[in-house]
């Protein structure tokens, strides 16, 4: 067996979001003689960067104190927010939560503002790689972390070398931080290698489904955000809208859905595309077109879910951490805090993370984490109960004596029957996209279809019998990209086999958070496959 290429610097940085970006920059700013590289799987920075977003400016303030005389391409000053409760056939207005309240915010594409602050990066002397995915983790004799594994390229679908074949190389540091965003692939092993999660709750997601749409001219009010709650999730599913008015006549919008949902029959893609067509929605729509669409899971598990972000040789930032802020609907500003108090800490301890997870914990991002701990996790009570302890803590600002658990997703789900189902009380649509193959397309998602399936099933005999009878499959509705099929064949018991399109994948990660037996692994692909999205 040949040794593998190696490649060596100070600190390996694995994602080119905002939190390994910020990193990267903030330690070359401390220490301009370390050597840093960032690599990413996708094809070009930002391409599978999918976020609201509205950001808090401050921590950009300080990272790059000129940023607001040379703004990233999207980033348009919030204005007026709208916060409304639906109905099926209207809505009622409501006062805007303190949290969400966004005078002196911006909204940005987060995949613009990544493209854009990468070249920042090189030009601090950064080694950005796009293109390339970490497929494993590598470690050192005594079992600290070495680094990463960059993987195979050019492996056929059956595990044959094909003409291009080239061997990944091993990236060795003294420092790795894991800034892969939620449910990090290496990050998941890590968690378990080095038991980082054993004095903290299971860690908690949503999915977010979102498109960009261009509108009739003069229909959008640039700046204008507006976040709904209510129809078309029942009582005892947490979901929400977000509407952000663009310049240029373009409009963001998306759903999130709370993947602690406990109907199996519930379908996340189908919900957002519901609320599309409520009556105060549609008429802004019509006669638009999408530009782009996608999705991503979103780390919600908060303040008690938190693994510990240390261990030997490695660090966790960002929402690898699991960093977002649920009620402001916001996790840049905590990525870029995260981002920049560990370059400060390498920085000053000679590259060693020892002491990291202290320092995070005792920082004005855990704080804002603990003030509301409690309040996503109250809605599994059932909206109403989850408003009146919302309201609760944002008057007590976090100081209640309690802490609400939180529970694996993946454990949420009820057994067909076992609950009298939630009445959809769904409309007829009429709006783009018709099915989740079409969505799909928006996505731009590419990869060589002869290639190893990257989403690995431990054991395919339970999806076409146990699964079908207690869950009915819930794969092939919480995949907003229809990689999950049963498909009719007679050799099986219930005479139905289940196919993985794998090609459509958007690499959201929702199914290797949700399926409830937990037999499904997200791997990487090879690098450069994925969605490729344009200003999500």
């Not at 903030?26 to 609201?52: F, H, M, W, Y």
């Not at 104190?65 to 348009?76: A, N, S």
Request: charged share 25%.
């Amino acid at each position: 067996m040949s040794e593998r290429e190696t490649m060596e610097y100070d600190v390996v940085v694995v994602g080119a979001g905002p939190a390994g970006l910020s990193f990267a920059i903030r330690l070359k700013q401390l220490k301009p003689d370390v050597n840093v590289c960032v690599i990413e799987k996708a094809s070009t920075i930002g391409a599978q960067i999918l976020s609201g977003a509205v950001i808090e400016p401050q921590p950009l303030d300080a990272l790059l104190p000129g940023w607001r005389d040379r703004p990233p391409p999207i980033c348009v000053p919030a204005g007026d927010d709208e916060f409304w409760l639906l109905g099926k056939d209207g809505g009622r207005k409501l006062p805007v939560p303190p949290g969400m309240r966004n005078h002196g915010n911006f909204i940005v594409s987060l995949g613009a503002m990544c493209a854009w602050l990468a070249p920042q990066a090189e030009a601090l002397g950064v080694d950005v790689f796009p293109g390339f995915a970490a497929a494993d983790n590598i470690y050192n004799e005594d079992g600290s972390v070495a680094g990463v594994r960059i993987g195979d390229m050019g492996v056929a679908k059956d595990g044959t070398h094909k003409p291009g074949y080239t061997e990944g190389i091993d990236i060795k540091a003294k420092v790795t931080v894991l800034a892969e965003g939620a449910r990090g692939s290496l990050t998941k092993q890590l968690i378990k290698r080095f038991k980082l999660d054993a004095d903290s709750d299971p860690q908690g997601y949503s999915i977010g489904i979102k498109e960009l749409w261009q509108l009739p001219a003069g229909r959008v009010t640039p700046g204008k955000i507006v976040h709904s709650f209510g129809w078309p999730a029942d009582t005892h599913t947490y979901g929400g809208s977000f509407m952000y008015h663009l310049d240029k006549d373009r409009i963001a919008l998306g759903y999130i859905s709370g993947l602690d949902y406990s109907d199996p029959e519930y379908k996340p893609w189908e919900a957002f595309q519901q609320w599309k067509n409520h009556p105060m929605v549609k008429p802004l729509l019509e006669d638009g077109t999408i530009l782009s669409a996608g999705a991503r899971a979103i780390v919600t598990g908060g303040w008690q879910s938190l693994p510990k972000c240390e261990m030997p040789g490695a660090i966790l930032i960002g929402d690898t951490a699991g960093l977002l802020n649920v009620p402001k609907v916001k996790g840049t500003h905590q990525a870029l805090k995260s981002g920049m108090l560990a370059a400060e800490h390498l920085a000053a301890n000679g590259l060693d993370a020892t002491g990291f997870d202290a320092k995070l914990r005792g920082s004005d991002v855990m704080a804002e984490l603990k003030k509301v701990r409690n309040i996503k996790p109250a809605f599994k009570k059932g909206l109403w109960f989850g408003l009146l302890n919302a309201a609760w803590e944002t008057v007590t600002v976090g100081l209640s004596p309690w802490t609400l658990k939180n529970k694996a997703d993946w454990s949420s789900l009820h057994k067909l029957g076992a609950q009298e189902e939630p009445k959809r009380d769904y409309l007829q649509r009429t709006l783009a996209p018709r099915d989740r193959l079409a969505g799909v397309y928006f996505a731009a998602t590419e990869h060589d279809e002869d290639q190893p399936i990257h989403l690995h099933v431990a054991d395919t005999d339970i999806c076409a019998t146990k699964c079908v009878e207690e869950y009915d499959n819930p794969c092939t509705r919480f995949c907003p990209a229809n990689v999950y099929e049963m498909v009719a064949d007679e050799s099986q018991p219930h005479g139905k086999r289940l196919q993985i399109n794998a090609a459509n994948c958007v690499h959201c990660k929702t199914c290797d958070i949700k399926d409830p037996y937990e037999i499904i692994t997200w791997v990487t692909p090879e690098g450069g496959s994925g969605p490729n999205y344009q200003n999500l």
